[in-house]
């Protein structure tokens, strides 16, 4: 691991003392009235101990105890306070309090949450909304994909996600994705990379139970329009590494590939935690046509119990020229993640083109 992985702050540090002192500064700013000292105390209380989103929810108890006020003027000080904070995250505290206290009064509170998402999005917040009344908010969000702000027609998308990272899942919109259909319709061609990201990111959510749905709407999307094929490549990632013949066929890789693996190379053999592992490889092209080639690779890590498990990571997307090579490659840190913990023994390594496994490899992790 680096010297500067090592000394990063972790991300919950973003509410950290400063910047508590700074929300109470701020919120005194608006409101005279405000007891700086209390919301502090109460704040701050076990703060080394939290989590990053129970910081989050701390800062949002807090203000509400400490002003004492009803929804609505507490909510009209909110959105004065949202423009003086000085951390787009940090101001995703302001959304949670509009989910927290203000669920039975709808129409004033979807009309916070599309404030607030232009300082900190609302995406987590929309969802306590969508899991109490679906359809009502899903209406709300059409209505947002059509906004000219970028920041709310992402919220659309990215808020009613199936499977959004750091929240719950929406069960309604993971068992029936054609609730919010109408949403990504309207933002299939969207001019901002922003939403698109969201788009993508979505549909890849609903392939992981509804494939099929996903792969008929896109193959009925119209893919000559460059920002449409953009989403549909990043929507199909997962099916992709899958090697799903559908998929790749929609980003025109659906062909076999006619190529030939002249050299696959994995090294160094031993690796310990923190060392990079680099692979590299040159393809030959078999045939006198141009081919779409997406090449990744697998690494069987190892499992506790000694069994292994597959992971499939990308390594490339291209046109190859009719009987032309490409030389390849890559270098990956081999380190604890949170997602990810390693365990002795051999590793695996499977080029794969097209889908198609052509060559195969190993190295063996170290653990002392």
């Not at 105890?65 to 507490?74: G, H, N, R």
């Not at 490409?326 to 499977?350: A, F, N």
Request: glycine content about 4%; proline content about 5%.
């Amino acid at each position: 691991m680096s010297s500067s992985q090592q000394n990063a702050p972790a991300l919950k540090e973003i509410f950290n003392q400063e910047r508590l002192e700074h929300i109470a500064e701020q919120m005194h700013a608006v409101y005279p009235d405000f007891q700086r000292q209390a919301f502090l105390q109460l704040a701050s209380q076990d703060l080394p101990q939290l989590s990053l989103m129970q910081r989050l929810a701390r800062v949002s108890d807090s203000l509400h105890q400490v002003l004492d006020l009803d929804y609505a003027t507490s909510l009209e000080l909110l959105r004065q306070l949202a423009p003086r904070l000085n951390s787009r995250f940090v101001c995703i505290f302001l959304p949670h309090y509009v989910a927290s206290f203000g669920l039975d009064d709808f129409e004033r509170s979807m009309q916070a949450l599309k404030y607030f998402t232009g300082f900190g999005s609302s995406e987590f917040a929309v969802r306590h909304f969508l899991r109490q009344d679906c359809q009502r908010t899903l209406a709300v969000l059409q209505e947002w994909a059509t906004d000219s702000d970028e920041h709310v027609r992402r919220l659309a998308s990215e808020g009613s996600r199936p499977r959004l990272p750091w929240s719950f899942r929406l069960e309604q919109l993971q068992a029936d994705p054609q609730l919010a259909a109408p949403i990504l319709e309207r933002l299939r061609n969207d001019p901002s990379l922003y939403v698109r990201k969201s788009v993508a990111n979505h549909l890849n959510d609903i392939t992981k139970e509804h494939p099929q749905w996903v792969l008929e709407r896109l193959e009925g999307w119209p893919l000559e329009q460059p920002h449409s094929a953009w989403i549909a490549r990043h929507a199909l990632r997962s099916l992709i590494k899958q090697g799903d013949r559908r998929a790749l066929a929609i980003i025109g890789a659906g062909a076999r590939p006619e190529v030939e693996v002249s050299r696959f190379q994995v090294a160094p053999g031993q690796l310990r935690l923190g060392d990079s592992l680099n692979l590299s490889l040159t393809l030959v092209s078999t045939s006198p046509r141009h081919q779409r080639l997406v090449v990744d690779y697998a690494i069987d890590y190892v499992k506790a119990s000694g069994a292994t498990a597959s992971k499939v990571f990308k390594l490339k997307t291209f046109t190859l020229q009719g009987l032309a090579r490409v030389d390849l490659g890559r270098s990956q840190q081999i380190r604890e993640l949170t997602t990810r913990r390693h365990y002795p023994g051999r590793h695996g390594v499977q080029l794969l083109v097209n889908g198609e496994p052509l060559a195969t490899s190993h190295f063996d992790l170290l653990i002392p």
